[in-house]
């Protein structure tokens, strides 16, 4: 993969490429690092069709966020395709220790991402959470989206590998669980390896877009940690909030669950039944 057709196209816009090495955490496409005149880029190569789908889908929620206006996303070359192979080439965001405000902007910049909105839940196409599709189909509320869109792909993925999860109750739990609400521009898979610290401050890769749940991101962000409990506390207080909203986020985590117990295993199920339980 990476063939000399592919090398050409791309240093036609980047100038030589002087020298290439792969990148750590490429577990989906070929991530490699590029040296050339105009400086680091950062291409993503695949040739297998779904693989290929799934570069599209990342490069317009790259472009989507960058018409957001919020967080800074590392400059897009574009996709580049030849006969046999399609690529992803953004530049190479060079990693700096957060200063002091890193965390506060971080919060600003989230607030402002979900201000984003439009009359319906969902997107204009459907893309990926990790290697697994991601529906958005249009719905008209927030309950409707969850479960049509999140849960349910997730739990019919689950049942088709053996794993039997009682959801029935849990749907109708969330009836009164989940309030009303505007539809909220969220990245979608805001665990901590998807946020970089650069430059201007927090640089976001990786996106799952939708206009979602807003919770979907904070859920995100407490399931693995990585983030500074500061913006939590400024996000809390700059939002109308319930106040037990914090102990609630489980209700959204168990979506990020779902697609982990069907990525990698039955080491999930155990914490996606902790949460049909405790809703059920």
């Not at 002087?18 to 400086?39: E, F, M, R, V």
């Not at 290929?52 to 790259?62: C, F, P, R, T, Y």
């Not at 976001?204 to 990585?226: E, K, N, Q, R, V």
Request: with cysteine.
């Amino acid at each position: 993969m990476f063939d000399s057709e592919l090398q050409k196209r791309i240093a036609e816009l980047t100038g030589p490429i002087q020298n290439y090495a792969p990148l750590s955490g490429g577990d989906i496409h070929l991530t490699l690092k590029l040296d050339t005149p105009s400086g680091p880029w950062v291409v993503k190569v695949a040739n297998d069709p779904l693989k290929v789908e799934s570069l599209i889908a990342e490069h317009k929620g790259l472009v989507h966020l960058t018409q957001s206006e919020t967080f800074a996303i590392p400059e897009l070359l574009g996709l580049i395709q030849t006969s046999a192979e399609t690529a992803l080439v953004m530049r190479f965001v060079a990693q700096r220790t957060p200063d002091l405000n890193f965390w506060e902007n971080f919060a600003e910049k989230l607030i402002s991402l979900h201000s984003k909105s439009q009359p319906k839940f969902g997107l204009d196409h459907d893309n990926f959470i990790g290697a697994l599709p991601q529906h958005n189909q249009l719905q008209n509320c927030a309950l409707d989206f969850y479960i049509n869109n999140r849960l349910e792909p997730q739990f019919t993925l689950a049942a088709a590998s053996g794993y039997t999860l009682k959801r029935e109750a849990f749907y109708k739990r969330l009836e009164e669980l989940i309030p009303t609400q505007r539809p909220a521009l969220t990245h979608g898979d805001l665990w901590n390896g998807n946020y970089l610290s650069g430059v201007s401050g927090p640089v976001l890769i990786d996106p799952a877009i939708s206009y979602g749940i807003a919770m979907m991101d904070l859920a995100m962000m407490d399931l693995f940690g990585g983030f500074d409990e500061t913006v939590f506390t400024l996000y809390g207080s700059a939002v109308d909030l319930d106040p037990n909203w914090r102990s609630s986020l489980d209700i959204y985590q168990l979506y990020y669950l779902l697609v982990h117990l069907n990525l990698f295993g039955s080491s999930y199920l155990a914490s996606v039944n902790r949460i049909l339980n405790k809703y059920s």
